[in-house]
């Protein structure tokens, strides 16, 4: 998730569009699900990918996150991840984080 049109200067953009999705660049290239504003400011950017138990991938967002994503966006997660959403409106509004910020990652 990445909202490009956050990232102002054009040529900063590309660069750093380039540095995540170009294999000569990144040993572990990503596709990315380019966000708007909207989506945004609505924690379409603080969900998490995560494997379950039984090895398949998925995401975990809020009900926040998952209401406002655009229909394309959200098609691209369901049909790659098994989407896991909750509602986090108390977090959200009082503790100003989200699904991501409530999850603990062991590396």
């Known amino acids: 998730m990445l909202a490009t049109e956050s990232i102002t200067n054009k040529e900063e953009r590309e660069r750093v569009v380039k ?16 966000i708007n504003f909207d989506e945004m400011n609505n924690m379409g950017g603080n969900m998490i990918m995560l494997v379950n138990k039984k090895g398949e991938p998925c995401v975990v967002m ?40 409530m999850i603990a990652e062991l590396f």
């Open 19 to 34: 540095e995540i999705t170009d294999p000569k660049l990144n040993k572990s290239p990503r596709k990315i699900i380019d």
């Open 62 to 101: 809020s009900d926040r996150a998952k209401k406002h994503l655009r229909k394309h966006n959200l098609k691209t997660l369901e049909d790659n991840y098994k989407i896991i959403s909750s509602d986090l409106t108390m977090i959200e509004h009082i503790g100003g984080g989200s699904a991501r910020c």
